[in-house]
């Protein structure tokens, strides 16, 4: 089966490819990349415009599917499913399951949940066993079996010199330890952002130093043993500070940020809606701008979602009360287009490196973040004009806890095609049509 895309706008990053480029995708590879092919009989043609962007599949290192543990909040089929929506073919769950991903046979357990949903499926497995902190897991065996890299997310790892062992370990390897940033004592029982919203809505306040603290001790125990750090979801524009320097100074320091800090504040939990609580939480306006010049000048290198499905029965507790997280994958893209892309903030190029090919090379991903010939033909197709209203009730997560319910977003995925298979169309305009 071979399907043409013909006429859309070629944008890989890896190759530095930005042009009006038809691309012939043959069974499950992308078989050429050129002006004008000519369509051959059975080809099936989708007609784009030069508006539409043909991209590598997106990437998302950051995702909590639930599997196993808690399948009412999410599967992986399910999880998958919102993948595809938001135009993600590969994504990185992390460990935080019941059980915990810490061992070989819960490796293979994700390995084997992935084969069926079309896209590629890779296990973060746990630093620390049951991410109790205490015992590390055997990192050698597990990235034998898979695990492209390593964190207690949800969690601190909150001995320093366990996070000095395990970069040692894992410095072996060359694979990342993923950094959820967070120092518990200052945490606290704090449940928003501390500043001006926290007193005024009288809620405990998480401050900004309980992030960047622990950055700054990563930051040090990366130059120390060489090893590499990955900071997951950050937040804070000193945290920003930290990460900058240490990167200027050349340590093998990575960072995401998530579409949420780009996009929005503490002053949106002035509802006490606990679909804008997650840990990091949203901070102040400041910290939005220093978010969006980090991921302008390289700083940030990734956007992740950090998608944390929870059920509408714990999302309608107080504030206080219900668990952090929220849902990103059907919105990810919508959002960055709309906060960095239509206010000229960031090319076509630098969004599709922030969301595919950087996380692809960071994570050594070897089959996802580009689109050249020869590669496994996982490709969007993106439409950055289109306007949508966001509405829970569409989404393919099982879970509904998204802080961009009813927001009308700019730009949106309208097809997938993961291993050469079109798993996403989105709209009608570009069904497909077989020649004869
Ligand atoms: O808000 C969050 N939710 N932050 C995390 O680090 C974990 C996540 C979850 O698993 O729900």
Redesign the pocket.
């Known amino acids: 089966m071979k399907t043409l895309l013909k006429g859309g706008r070629v944008i890989d990053p890896a190759s530095g490819l930005d042009a009006v480029m038809d691309v012939l995708i043959d069974g499950s590879q992308v078989a050429a990349i050129a002006p004008n092919i000519a369509p051959e009989q059975a080809y099936e043609v989708v007609q784009l415009t030069p508006q539409h962007w043909v991209t590598p599949g997106l990437v998302d290192v950051h995702v909590?599917f639930r599997d196993p543990g808690s399948p009412d909040k999410e599967t992986t089929e399910t999880g998958a499913a919102a993948a595809i929506a938001g135009g993600f073919t590969t994504v990185c769950v992390?460990p935080?399951t019941s059980p915990v991903i810490d061992s070989t046979p819960m490796v293979q357990y994700i390995l084997n949940a992935a084969k069926p949903t079309g896209i590629q499926i890779f296990p973060i497995a746990a630093v620390t066993r049951g991410l109790e902190g205490e015992e590390m897991t055997s990192i050698g065996t597990l990235v034998s079996q898979g695990a492209v890299a390593f964190s207690d997310?949800?969690?601190p790892v909150a001995s320093a010199n366990m996070m000095r062992k395990a970069l040692e370990y894992s410095k072996m390897f060359d694979v990342p330890i993923v950094c959820?940033a967070?120092d518990c004592s200052l945490f606290g029982n704090g449940v928003m952002h501390e500043g001006y919203y926290s007193t005024l809505l009288g809620l405990p306040g998480i401050p900004s130093v309980a992030e960047s603290v622990m950055v700054a001790r990563d930051i040090e125990l990366a130059r120390f043993t060489g090893g590499r750090v990955h900071f997951?979801?950050i937040s804070s524009k000193e945290s920003v500070a930290l990460i900058r320097k240490a990167k200027a100074e050349g340590l093998r320091i990575t960072a995401e940020t998530t579409p949420h800090y780009l996009a929005l504040t503490d002053a949106c939990c002035q509802a006490y809606d606990p679909d804008f609580?997650?840990?990091?939480p949203l901070r102040a306006e400041t910290d939005r701008q220093a978010l969006i010049e980090a991921v302008m000048d390289g700083t940030i290198d990734m956007i992740a979602t950090?998608h944390?499905?929870?059920t509408p029965d714990e999302k309608s507790m107080a504030f206080d009360c219900s668990?952090?997280?929220?849902i990103g994958l059907e919105t990810a893209l919508g959002v960055v287009l709309t906060q960095l892309f239509h206010t000229a903030k960031l090319s076509p190029t630098a969004i599709i490196e922030l969301m595919s090919s950087k996380p692809a090379e960071v994570f050594k991903l070897k089959d996802s973040g580009k689109l050249s010939v020869g590669q496994r033909a996982d490709i969007t197709v993106i439409d950055p004009e289109q306007e949508w209203t966001v509405d829970p009730a569409q989404f393919r997560s099982k879970s509904r806890n998204s802080p961009f319910k009813g927001q009308t977003l700019k730009g949106r995925p309208v097809m997938t095609f993961a291993n050469g298979q079109c798993l996403l169309q989105q709209s009608e305009a570009l069904q497909a049509s077989a020649l004869v």
Do not use: C, S, T, Y
């Not at 609580?277 to 990091?280: C, Q, S, Y």
């Not at 668990?323 to 929220?326: A, D, I, R, S, T």
């Open positions: 909590h992390m935080n997310d949800g969690k959820h967070e997951a979801h609580k997650m840990n990091g950090d944390a499905p929870h668990p952090n997280g929220v």
